[in-house]
């Protein structure tokens, strides 16, 4: 069927099945009309059923009591014949002649035959029958009947006549039967009276006309009517869509037109009061985010001149730090770090406040990641030699080179770097602490994964860990230079170059943090060259 | 309404499909059923006769081993079936002969020997045997070898059948009168303007109509041509039989439809009204010939019978009136209570000694002492007294319906019968009666039948003559004479006096013998016929007082007074006060 169907039929199904999913008013009208299909089938064949069982039985109560009545006739006027006569077959002929006449003029149609003789079969003839009609009309089981009782009896029959032009007709008829008996052979003959139907099927038929009629105006009206209801229904949850679109849209202005006062009037009030509590919040939650970031902004500006100052005067101490007693040299040396901290912590801050305000702006250049890698590498050799961690670069194919800004590519790679040695243990037990870069490219985009061999992250820390100031473990003391905003920081430059930044981590397995940048700087990112899941965890797992 | 996903969605399509299919095939299909089972139909209309006051008797086929006088004593016992049918008897007779035998006839027997004889022939003689014909008529005593019952048989498949079964119905005289009744047939005299009724048997069953129709097809026959004629042309066929349902008789006759005019089709109609009207069930009649319904002159399809005494307009004034002369004076009135007349002769003594009062009750006519002049009066206008003819020995005045004077005349060269009407007189020549002695003298109320007693020699005899009269009622001859006897033995030998009981029975009065006189019933066909009730014996009576108008009593007339004959011998009888001659109209 599908190879046979044209294109454009199954376009036109889809549509019209497409209409089908998104149509309420379809689906009700047309269940509704299933629906009320069956109710009316069901109740008019029942009806039909009714008129035909009750045209049949009045029926056949008139034409047993009317062939009863001519039987009655027929021995009455038997009873009252000459015994001298004694030629049966005119007596038959008298007999029947009467019965015939009437039956012309009250449309049934007689058959007199010796009962012990096949009506239609009789080989000798015999049998006395209304002009035209063919005597196969008697059923033979009728026939035998009257072959055994005298009771009368009555069966459906066709009955077929030829007219004088030579043309046949069939009806469907009453055949009754009555058994008499000739005085002039004392035989006993079978009078058939066959009556045809054909008048009620005619009434039947009118009935179901006038019933089938009546249904179709009946679902029509029931479609119709189905139809409006929904339409007054679907019509305002239709708008209310609409306008949940474009409030979704950000749009948050729009309402629903509120007209009368009925349950769906009340839907669209309910609505509009729940848009404009929306619309409130929303606008409050904007309003208090913005004063946060100018209030941290602002403060981290504030902050900068004194330290400054503060700063000046902590470079002299320092420098001057031989000449003081220990306790003092060594308050000299905590304040030059701390100084160092809070210098960067709030470099840091300024940096988070710009990407909040949309101030950032990258600078685009060609960047091959493996360089990158490099000079990061080399710009944490100290560190890592420090805490005896082996940082390593494992190109993994293809060109790591991508449209970025170095500036800010190096400070992501640094930040994973320099928090993976502060995590970094031994791969095995025993073994070296390593921590590995991997870089890998295609032609879509361009990835460095991050991976140590630390404690790992506990199941749902990888969402949190770009959190600012998020800490795995509150209790641990900071041991690098980390601010607590390293990992934010990047999220937003990754996002800022439209890339990926994720983390990946097991208890005790370590974790991989994995940079995924677009080869172009706009174009959407569908994979990246690198598998967020380390394979040696997979091995491992 | 939920999910609206693709495979519901086909699922309600394939419904609605089917609901579809279904709904079309519920308008477009539904038809009439064609064949069924045979269902037998309750209430089996069995058509219940009247509980009859007869026994019904179902004959008995032949069976196996029978010797030839057993079949022949079954044939005989099989044609008693009643209601009547012939279908057992024939099974006693050779099949060769079965389709052919049609009993026409019936013969009456008082009494049947056993069968007798050889192998393939019996003998049965029957004794008392009487034969009616085809329609029914009485023909007289079987005697001799007529009263024997030859029958040939033959061996059909080891059992003795009869090859030669007589051409008629044999059954018992008793089984016969409790079965068949006395009815007439009416047909119309020669004028055409009086139903005359032919009396005939018939069996009271529902074959009464069936067979009254069927006789007045048949016509009066030969013998009475110009005496009686119908109105129904020749070749009608009865067509199968004369059904009555709800007192209304359809008889549908065969032939060629009726050519007659409006005054011929109610006569018709009337012979089949009087002669239906005999039936006891029968209140009205339908006719069709030759499939076309006659109607009555009103236009009325369906016609109620009638009786003679409903269509006799004379009825009423004179039917049971008694005439009478006392004092000389004509005296009118019930029995015991007679009173003048109005007329002439009821003022003035007329010096007449016998009188007869027409049948229209206005003119009274008289023979007067001498017995030598016939003289009429009006009856209770005032009027002139005429004298219409004269004679040697007038006696027996008796007017017809066609206002024709009969009367005897006894001359010395034997009785001559002369009649009078309208101013003419004429005389009759009545083989067996003119020349004879005769004693009285009946004319029935039609004018068909003249009845004389003749004195014989050696006993007297009663002769019934039928006048054949021309289309305008003057009589012409008297034909069909014949000897009325009855049962052998029952008519005394010395008659008296014979009076009209009805208008097909007669009562007989003899001459006393040991002081005693008898009387006996005869049909006017000369049959026997037991009137119930009236007596059969009688003291001291010298003549007899009847009419065949029903109602009016039939009295012996004797000395101290009449004795009513339909109540037992002993009642009082009711004085006469001295009135003679007396009479009843006719």
Redesign the interface.
């Known amino acids: 069927m599908e190879a046979a169907a044209p294109v454009p039929l199954r376009h036109r199904l889809r549509r019209v099945?497409t209409f089908?999913?998104r149509s309420?008013s379809a689906?009700?009208v047309?269940?509704t009309?299933?629906l009320t299909?069956?109710v009316?089938?069901v109740v008019?064949?029942f009806l039909?059923?009714q008129t035909?069982e009750g045209l049949?039985e009045h029926r056949i109560d008139a034409v047993?009591v009317e062939?009863?009545?001519e039987?009655?006739?027929a021995?009455?006027?038997?009873?009252?014949?000459?015994?001298?006569?004694?030629d049966a077959a005119q007596?038959q002929r008298?007999?029947v002649?009467?019965i015939i006449q009437r039956g012309l003029a009250r449309d049934f149609y007689v058959v007199l035959a010796a009962s012990d003789d096949a009506s239609g079969s009789d080989p000798s003839g015999g049998a006395a029958y209304t002009l035209g009609l063919d005597r196969d009309s008697v059923?033979s089981?009728?026939v035998a009947?009257f072959a055994q009782?005298a009771?009368?009896?009555?069966?459906?029959?066709?009955i077929r006549t030829e007219a004088a032009d030579g043309t046949v007709t069939s009806e469907?008829?009453i055949v009754?039967g009555?058994q008499l008996t000739l005085?002039a052979?004392?035989r006993s003959y079978t009078l058939y009276l066959l009556f045809p139907?054909?008048e009620?099927?005619e009434t039947?038929a009118l009935v179901?006309?006038a019933?089938?009629t009546a249904?179709i105006l009946l679902v029509v009206l029931v479609a119709g009517v189905t139809w409006l209801v929904t339409r007054q229904v679907v019509t305002p949850v239709r708008l209310a869509r609409q306008v949940a679109e474009r409030l979704a849209a950000g749009r948050l202005q729009e309402r629903l037109v509120v007209s009368g006062e009925d349950d769906l009037a009340r839907l669209a009030g309910s609505f509009n009061q729940m848009a404009a509590s929306l619309q409130r919040q929303i606008r409050q939650l904007e309003e208090l985010s913005r004063v946060q970031r100018r209030f941290v902004s602002d403060v981290s500006h504030e902050l900068r001149t004194p330290l400054t100052t503060v700063r000046m005067a902590g470079d002299v101490l320092h420098d001057a730090r031989d000449s003081f007693d220990p306790v003092t040299a060594r308050s000299a040396e905590l304040l030059q770090t701390e100084l160092d901290r809070f210098e960067s912590l709030l470099a840091d801050l300024l940096e988070i406040s710009r990407f909040d305000a949309g101030a950032a702006v990258l600078d685009l250049d060609e960047v091959d990641l493996a360089d990158v890698c490099h000079r990061v590498v080399g710009s944490t050799r100290a560190l890592a030699e420090q805490r005896s961690v082996q940082v390593v670069v494992r190109p993994m194919g293809g060109s790591g080179l991508v449209e970025a800004d170095v500036r800010r590519v190096e400070r992501v790679v640094r930040n994973l770097v320099s928090n993976a040695i502060d995590h970094a243990g031994p791969r095995s037990a025993g073994g070296p602490v390593v921590v590995e870069l991997r870089v890998a490219g295609d032609e879509h985009a361009g990835a460095i994964a991050v991976r140590d061999y630390g404690v790992g992250l506990a199941p749902g820390e990888s969402a949190r860990v770009f959190d600012r100031f998020w800490r795995a473990d509150p209790a641990r003391a900071r041991t690098s230079g980390g601010t607590g905003l390293g990992l934010a920081i990047s999220l937003e430059d990754a996002h800022l170059h439209g890339g990926w930044l994720q983390a990946w981590g097991r208890p005790g397995q370590g974790a991989q943090f994995r940079l995924t940048l677009p080869r172009r700087t706009g174009e959407p990112l569908r994979r990246s060259p690198l598998p967020l899941v380390p394979d040696d965890a997979l091995e491992r797992a | 309404m939920s999910g609206p996903g693709g495979v519901p969605l086909h699922r309600r399509t394939a419904l609605a499909a089917v609901l579809g299919g279904l709904g079309l095939a519920a308008s477009g299909c539904l038809s009439m059923p064609e064949s069924g089972p045979v269902v037998e139909a309750d209430g089996g209309s069995t058509s219940e006769a009247d509980p009859g006051t007869v026994a019904a008797i179902d004959a008995r086929g032949p069976e196996d081993g029978q010797s030839p006088s057993e079949v022949v004593q079954g044939f005989l016992d099989a044609m008693q079936a009643f209601p009547s049918e012939l279908a057992t008897a024939k099974l006693f007779l050779d099949p060769d002969v079965r389709s052919t035998w049609n009993p026409e006839r019936t013969i009456v027997y008082a009494e049947a020997s056993p069968p007798a004889g050889g192998t393939y022939h019996q003998r049965v003689v029957l004794t008392g045997a009487e034969e009616l014909d085809a329609r029914g008529a009485w023909q007289g005593r079987l005697t001799g070898t007529d009263a024997v019952l030859d029958l040939d048989l033959r061996e059909v498949d080891g059992q003795y059948r009869i090859v030669d079964p007589p051409d008629a119905l044999v059954v018992p005289e008793e089984w016969f009168s409790q079965r068949y009744e006395q009815v007439s047939l009416y047909f119309l005299d020669s004028t055409g303007t009086d139903l005359v009724p032919e009396p005939v048997y018939v069996s009271t069953d529902e074959k009464l109509a069936t067979a009254l129709v069927s006789g007045l097809l048949a016509g009066p026959g030969k013998a009475l041509t110009g005496v009686v004629q119908s109105m129904f042309p020749e070749g009608l066929r009865v067509d199968l039989s004369v059904p009555v349902s709800d007192g209304v008789a359809a008889v549908s006759l065969v032939g060629d439809p009726l050519a007659l005019g409006d005054e011929d089709v109610q006569r018709l109609l009337s012979q089949l009204s009087w002669t239906l009207g005999q039936g006891s069930s029968i209140q009205a009649f339908t006719l069709t010939v030759g499939g076309v319904a006659v109607r009555s002159v009103g236009g009325a399809e369906q016609i109620p019978v009638s009786s003679p005494q409903a269509d006799d307009p004379g009825y009423e004034r004179t039917g049971s009136t008694l005439f009478g002369l006392r004092d000389g004076l004509v005296v009118a009135g019930s029995p015991g209570d007679l009173g003048a007349v109005d007329g002439p002769w009821g003022a003035t003594p007329a010096d007449v000694r016998e009188i007869a009062v027409s049948l229209d009750g206005l003119t009274v006519a008289g023979v007067s002492s001498g017995g030598t002049a016939l003289r009429s009066a009006p009856l209770q206008q005032a009027g002139v007294t005429r004298t219409l003819l004269t004679g040697t020995d007038l006696h027996d005045p008796h007017w017809d319906r066609l206002g024709r004077l009969w009367v005897v005349d006894s001359t010395t060269a034997g009785a001559v019968v002369r009649w009078h009407r309208s101013g003419v007189t004429g005389t009759l020549e009545v083989p067996g009666v003119s020349g004879q002695d005769v004693g009285g003298l009946l004319v029935s109320r039609d004018g068909t039948r003249l009845l004389a007693v003749v004195h014989g020699s050696r006993r007297d005899r009663l002769v019934l003559a039928r006048v054949r009269s021309s289309a305008g009622g003057r009589p012409r001859a008297a034909v069909a004479v014949s000897d009325l006897q009855g049962d052998p033995g029952d008519l005394p030998s010395r008659l008296r006096d014979v009076a009209w009981t009805s208008e097909t029975s007669l009562t007989v009065l003899g001459r006393p013998v040991a002081g005693s006189s008898s009387l006996v019933s005869l049909g006017v066909d000369g049959s026997p016929v037991s009137v119930s009730g009236v007596t059969t014996a009688i003291s001291g009576s010298r003549s007899l007082l009847g009419s065949s108008v029903d109602g009016a009593g039939v009295y012996a007339v004797t000395r101290t007074g009449l004795a009513d004959l339909s109540v037992p011998a002993r009642s009082p009888r009711t004085s006469l006060d001295g009135a003679t001659a007396l009479t009843y109209a006719g």
């Open positions: 099945l089908w999913r309420i689906r009700v047309g269940g009309v299933v299909v069956v009316v089938g008019g064949w039909l059923q035909r049949l047993v062939a009863a009545d039987a009655d006739d021995r009455n006027r038997l009873d009252s014949a000459s015994l001298s006569e004694i007596q008298e007999l002649e009467p059923p089981s009728l009947h009782s009771e009368p009896a009555w069966t459906y029959t066709t469907p008829g009754v009555n005085p052979d004392g139907t054909s009620d099927a039947l179901s006309r019933l089938l249904s």
